[in-house]
């Protein structure tokens, strides 16, 4: 089967980079005998060259190890290439080798700002500040053999024309994470070097039922159409992609078969929005209502072009802000609910409540038969279909991560079991939970996939991990719930708007060259020009101080008393004018205003 998706043209698995003055070489360095690409660091020219440049003692070069080239983007007046210093081996997908990046490196190309305007160098350096925190991305990972962006399904779909085809022009352009930043060296026609980056996670085991032994792994494909952070990527677009949408797979690998099941998870697909403003928990606003249905209608016909059938499956509480979200999701599902697309509201906190999870299994009830109609795929020794999957099922709740993940492990689990009794592991009757080393490997491989997908999109690991992990609700999980709840808070009010600016230009939603009014990150107006959250918290404190002071002499002399009001009334002034313009306090994103 996997011959069938491997590419003709290889890709450079190892390269040597020399950082000369005047320019770049970057040299393979695998054992192939192919000409080294030199690019300009004055205008990022790019070239090919058959013999590395000699060195001088005026030209003395950097020499250092990379292991691919994830692309380069242009700012104001220079260019950034950006390349992988450093990676690991997670596993293998199908038989090919999997790495996850480790260090990534960004190498400007901006001799030609020495000659700019003040002015243009002050913007340079403020986007290119956003890249350094770009270095830092995490979850990415890549094979030089195999299209990572493809479940096995489709991989194993792909024609005899496609298989050709470099892996970049193979891969599905909504989980290629770097497609924007590899358009400077597809035009360039550098396709040895075009290696496609995924965003997720990726984790298998092997664990023994009996004597034999199964491989199971767990790839998650994060969508890069309305990529960002917890709270300034919600709902969907007008053209119906929604936040953070991820394509889950979990294979299974055992005596010469292979199995796979594919679900997803994505925001409430309509335009919603939840804008920080120092409150915990700040309040949901619907945008634009009444395009609710057309938005949905436009979201599942994607869906199902892509997986067949689709069950929607709405977590959301009944009541309260999440109960207008859930009633408008309703509402917007009922004119385009067929055969092929249902809609199901569970009621996770309600019927669950915060431990008793094992409730789930009423809401497996509701979508055992969608399940066994739909499938999934199935390989025998031979790499020859026997089954493929039909449809999908469609998660979300609020920010789709720890209830989402809580119930696609659910999920997952019932699969799992019903491959294994397919291929004739399990008997009629035999669970996972049977088999204590199976079942404690395949509870970690969820909690580290849930874990995975939530600090790209909220900065913390999971809530309600523990159970995913353990099976049960511990104290030191609701503890760590409670730690990552306020550290949840913090990133999301007072450091997410300049990770969203920088993941917007890492990802082309926000494109430097062609904005005619550029304008740096940092550049704010009016009072929010002036507003900070630590200098008023210190103000209110002091004022507080104060009053403290004041009334303690009191007793001696009533004109304190006069003081401790004074200095009270300053502190809740400032603690008003804070809590009521809340959102000019918070770290917001400046560069690309979404169209919602």
């Known amino acids: 089967m996997m011959e069938r998706a491997e590419s003709c043209q290889k890709l450079y698995t190892r390269l040597r980079l020399w950082e000369f003055p005047d320019e770049y070489v970057i040299e393979p360095t695998d054992g192939s005998s192919a000409s080294s690409l030199s690019i300009s660091r004055v205008d990022a020219s790019m070239k090919l060259i058959d013999n590395v440049p000699e060195c001088s003692s005026i030209r003395v070069p950097k020499i250092q190890t990379i292991f691919g080239v994830v692309g380069m983007l242009k700012l104001v007046a220079g260019s950034y290439l950006i390349v992988i210093t450093e990676r690991e081996c997670v596993g293998s997908y199908l038989g090919h080798p999997i790495f996850k990046v480790i ?72 989980f290629l994470w770097n497609n924007y930043m590899l358009e400077v060296l597809i035009d360039n026609k550098l396709d040895p070097y075009l290696l496609p980056v995924v965003q997720g996670s990726f984790h298998n085991f092997q664990a023994a039922i009996g004597k034999e032994i199964i491989d199971v792994t767990l790839i998650a494909r994060r969508c890069t159409r309305r990529n960002g952070t917890r709270m300034w990527r919600r709902g969907a677009d007008p053209d119906g992609y929604v936040a953070n949408f991820v394509e889950s797979e979990q294979i299974v690998q055992m005596n010469g078969f292979t199995s796979s099941f594919v679900q997803v998870r994505g925001s409430i697909p309509f335009l919603w929005e939840q804008i920080v403003d120092l409150t915990y928990k700040p309040k949901f606003e619907i945008v634009r209502p009444e395009e609710a249905p057309r938005v949905a ?240 918290f210190c103000l209110v404190s002091i004022g507080l101080f104060f009053t403290t002071i004041s009334l303690r002499q009191v007793q001696y002399d009533l004109r304190h008393l006069f003081f401790s009001v004074f200095w009270a009334s300053i502190s809740v002034a400032i603690a008003a004018f804070v809590r009521t313009n809340g959102r000019i306090f918070c770290n917001r994103p400046r560069l690309h205003k979404p169209r919602c």
Not at 461 to 489: H, P, S
Not at 495 to 506: M, N, P, V, W
């Open 297 to 536: 209608e436009r979201h599942f016909l994607d869906l199902r072009k892509k997986y067949g059938s689709v069950l929607a499956v709405d977590l959301v509480n009944k009541h309260g802000g999440e109960g207008r979200l859930s009633e408008k999701f309703a509402n917007a599902m009922q004119p385009i609910v067929s055969d092929d697309l249902r809609y199901l509201h569970f009621d996770f906190h309600k019927i669950c409540g915060h431990v008793h999870f094992e409730r789930l299994s009423f809401l497996y009830d509701q979508i055992a038969d969608f399940l066994e109609k739909n499938g999934y795929l199935l390989l025998n020794e031979k790499g020859e279909k026997m089954k493929e999957q039909l449809g999908v099922v469609r998660t979300n709740c609020i920010d789709c991560l720890d209830r989402t993940n809580v119930t696609q492990s659910m999920i997952g689990r019932k699969m799992l079991e019903l491959q294994l009794r397919r291929i004739g592991v399990f008997a009629a009757e035999e669970t996972i939970s049977s088999h204590p080393n199976l079942d404690e490997s395949f509870k970690i491989l969820w909690a580290n996939h849930g874990d995975d997908i939530s600090i790209q999109y909220s900065g913390t690991a999971a809530l309600k991990g523990d159970f995913v992990r353990f099976g049960q609700r511990t104290v030191q999980g609701i503890l760590k719930d409670g730690y990552n709840a306020l550290a949840r808070y913090y990133l999301n009010n007072f450091s997410d708007g300049i990770k969203q600016d920088a993941i917007d230009l890492l990802q082309g939603h926000y494109i430097v060259s062609v904005n005619r009014d550029v304008m740096p990150p940092s550049q704010t107006g009016g009072l929010e020009a002036i507003a900070s959250f630590p200098l008023a």
């Open 103 to 174: 260090s990534l490196k960004v190498l400007p190309c901006d001799h030609s700002v020495k000659n700019s305007p003040a002015e243009q160098k002050k913007l340079e350096n403020e986007f290119s500040g956003l890249l350094k925190i770009a270095e830092r991305t995490s979850g990415l990972y890549f094979s030089y053999d195999t299209n990572l962006t493809l479940s096995a399904q489709r991989l194993y779909d792909l024609g005899d024309e496609s298989k050709l085809l470099p892996l970049w022009r193979q891969a599905e352009p909504r």
